[in-house]
């Protein structure tokens, strides 16, 4: 027998049957308590921890189901044997798919409990360790590089997450702000509750609040359902704003608001519901400067920025590429074979140092799965870079040629965007609803976008 006797809890509304279980597993040595309906054993569980539970199916007031109901809904999840003198198939097919791990008829066959019983804790015991081998490993990617501006950047995540700061992440696109966010997350108080994510750039304004907030039933045309915002989901862990510059000016006010008080209020809705999340946010605007605009509220600023973290640019970092390259090609080896003999040279790392990433980290990743495809043998070497990325080059070539021959900023802004819409076009044979999606925008702004820039097959 394991050192501490399993507790196990007896629900019926028989005295006798709740004596008879009892006696028998108390032999057995078990810790048994006994309550008389299924309200009893919900006001005992949130006194006691118990590791099974037997419960009859047929009691006065809340019958067995609807306890087990209860019990689910409640979070707890030992193992629940019911128990019935009326057994029918339907009962415990019902009660099976409501979260039941077994089920006995009345009077039940000595045997027939123990070995119940016995398979009920194993389960049980096999559930926990499980669950203590995943807490152990990793759930998210290492943070890679051994500069001194990533060493500080670890450091910071040390001291900031176990406390309840909020924090802004910012740096260009591609640098890993998320990935910093997921650290914070994992490392705080709250690594057990949800990590949610939201992208302020990739929601449309006018629907921004019903995805933070949620909505009632009949809120708005469209709302057939109640649904949970974001802010009710990271309830008890981490809400991470990404993209938190291109949130509108109405958005950013009523998160100030929930910010302020704790509490939010649902869209068509009137009662303020309390919250407890720790808010994350990341931009790649300068928001002093967007203050400055006119775009970004500065009290909201104040709120969000208590701990400011900054995250390089990958030429800042130059030394990490390497590793990051190797990274790359150890997570496509996991996820795709066809990928296990490729490696790089020593000289095709040093390549890789010298090219200019726009793109970050995110550009490095996918520059590393092109030249895993496309090397001609099973060692990506200096050639291979040199071949494979100087596409990439020669368009950043073109790019230099127009802004040398364009002064005005928002002209060159307009011209690259031209050229760009026009090429996704021909790409996708003109079909406008394809191109908005392969480049993520709504239909609607491409149509916008065509009209604004007189674009015509």
């Known amino acids: 027998m394991p050192d501490q006797k399993a507790h196990i809890l007896v629900t019926d509304d028989e005295k006798s049957i709740r004596n008879a279980l009892q006696e028998i597993?108390?032999?057995?040595?078990?810790?048994?308590?006994?309550?008389?309906?299924?309200?009893?054993?919900?006001?005992?569980?949130?006194?006691?921890?118990?590791?099974?539970?037997?419960?009859?199916?047929?009691?006065?007031?809340?019958?067995?189901?609807?306890?087990?109901?209860?019990?689910?809904?409640?979070?707890?999840?030992?193992?629940?044997?019911?128990?019935?003198?009326?057994?029918?198939?339907?009962?415990?097919?019902?009660?099976?798919?409501?979260?039941?791990?077994?089920?006995?008829?009345?009077?039940?066959?000595?045997?027939?409990?123990?070995?119940?019983?016995?398979n009920a804790l194993s389960q049980k015991s096999l559930e926990k360790e499980n669950k203590q081998i995943k807490k152990k490993l990793p759930k998210i990617q290492e943070i890679i590089g051994e500069s001194k501006a990533i060493e500080e950047i670890k450091n910071l995540i040390e001291k900031?997450?176990?406390?309840?700061?909020?924090?802004?992440?910012?740096?260009?696109?591609?640098?890993g702000k998320e990935l910093v966010a997921k650290w914070i997350h994992e490392k705080s108080s709250r690594s057990a509750g949800p990590f949610v994510e939201v992208n302020c750039a990739a929601i449309p304004s006018d629907l921004l609040e019903s995805e933070l907030f949620g909505h009632e039933k009949g809120a708005f045309t469209g709302a057939s359902d109640q649904r949970i915002g974001k802010f009710e989901q990271a309830d008890g862990g981490s809400l991470f704003l990404d993209e938190i510059g291109d949130m509108s000016l109405e958005a950013q006010a009523k998160v100030l608001r929930a910010l302020q008080e704790s509490t939010i209020t649902r869209v068509g809705g009137s009662e303020p519901i309390k919250i407890d999340v720790r808010i994350l946010a990341a931009t790649n605007k300068n928001l002093e400067e967007e203050i400055k605009e006119g775009n970004f509220r500065e009290d909201l600023f104040h709120r969000i920025s208590v701990i400011p973290i900054e995250v390089p640019p990958l030429r800042k970092r130059n030394k990490d590429?390497?590793?990051?390259?190797?990274?790359?090609?150890?997570?496509?080896?996991?996820?795709?074979?066809?990928?296990?003999?490729?490696?790089?040279?020593?000289?095709?790392?040093?390549?890789?140092?010298?090219?200019?990433?726009?793109?970050?980290?995110?550009?490095?990743?996918?520059?590393?799965?092109?030249?895993?495809?496309?090397?001609?043998?099973?060692?990506?070497?200096?050639?291979?870079?040199?071949?494979v990325l100087k596409t990439r080059d020669l368009k950043a070539e073109h790019l230099g040629k127009l802004a040398d021959e364009t002064e005005d900023f928002q002209d060159f802004k307009e011209t690259a965007e031209r050229l760009f819409l026009v090429k996704q076009l021909e790409k996708n044979d003109w079909n406008i609803s394809q191109t908005a999606e392969a480049i993520g925008i709504q239909r609607s702004h491409m149509y916008n976008k065509m009209k604004k820039y007189n674009i015509e097959r």
């Open 25 to 118: 597993l108390e032999f057995e040595d078990y810790e048994v308590s006994t309550v008389d309906g299924g309200q009893a054993a919900l006001d005992f569980l949130a006194e006691n921890d118990i590791d099974l539970m037997f419960l009859d199916i047929k009691m006065q007031g809340m019958d067995g189901l609807e306890t087990l109901k209860a019990i689910r809904e409640k979070g707890y999840d030992f193992p629940v044997i019911m128990i019935s003198g009326h057994g029918t198939i339907e009962i415990a097919v019902e009660a099976t798919k409501m979260g039941a791990y077994d089920f006995l008829e009345k009077p039940p066959d000595l045997n027939r409990l123990l070995i119940a019983v016995r």
């Open 160 to 175: 900031v997450a176990p406390t309840q700061s909020r924090v802004l992440i910012t740096g260009e696109n591609g640098t």
């Open 321 to 387: 590429i390497p590793l990051i390259a190797e990274a790359c090609l150890q997570n496509l080896k996991k996820r795709d074979i066809s990928f296990s003999s490729i490696s790089f040279s020593d000289e095709a790392l040093e390549a890789l140092q010298q090219k200019e990433r726009r793109g970050n980290v995110r550009e490095l990743q996918n520059a590393v799965e092109r030249l895993g495809i496309l090397a001609s043998s099973d060692e990506i070497t200096e050639e291979t870079v040199r071949d």
